[in-house]
């Protein structure tokens, strides 16, 4: 595959099953992480190559606040957004030494039709609550985002 200039590059992907952990299966937890972590890694395996070529760029990776503050719910979706945090981290280590920069985003709720899409149904009642209490315990507590990270990116 030839590549023009590579400048910037944004990762986006989510899928989300809500439920408890033992009526999550195991090929629900695999789709999510297929999808939300190895979707990332698939791409950077693809795009990576040219902007060590080119010695710049920069990679935004998109995660979520459930990667930094941690939730009960959606589980695996928690879990998979923790991991893109974390590969952001290593890649900004691994990473400056080409001239590559490396950013997560990390919004806080936003009202999409992610839940909608869930194979583990949950009423439209609950769905509008968990925005609401998400980020009234996340403007309760304070938190500390880990230093390396130079250009995480709050919403």
Known sequence: MKLGN?????????????????????????????V??????????VFL??????RHGHIVNM????GIFGSTE?????ASKFAVVGISEALF???HQYGIKVSVIVPSYIRTN????????????????????KLKAIYKKLFIINPIIKSIILF
């Open 114 to 133: 992610i839940f909608h899409r869930s194979r583990i149904r949950c009423p439209q009642a609950v769905l509008d609550d968990i925005g609401e209490v």
């Open 6 to 34: 590579l400048d910037l590059f944004l990762n986006n992907a989510g899928i989300a099953i809500i439920g408890n952990i033992l009526d999550i299966s195991l090929e629900d937890w695999k789709d999510i992480l297929d």
């Open 93 to 95: 280590g691994q990473l």
């Open 49 to 54: 190559p040219k902007m060590i070529e080119q």
């Open 63 to 66: 995660a979520s606040g459930a």
């Open 36 to 45: 939300n972590l190895m979707g990332i890694v698939h791409s950077l395996k």
């Open 74 to 78: 959606p589980l695996p979706y928690v």
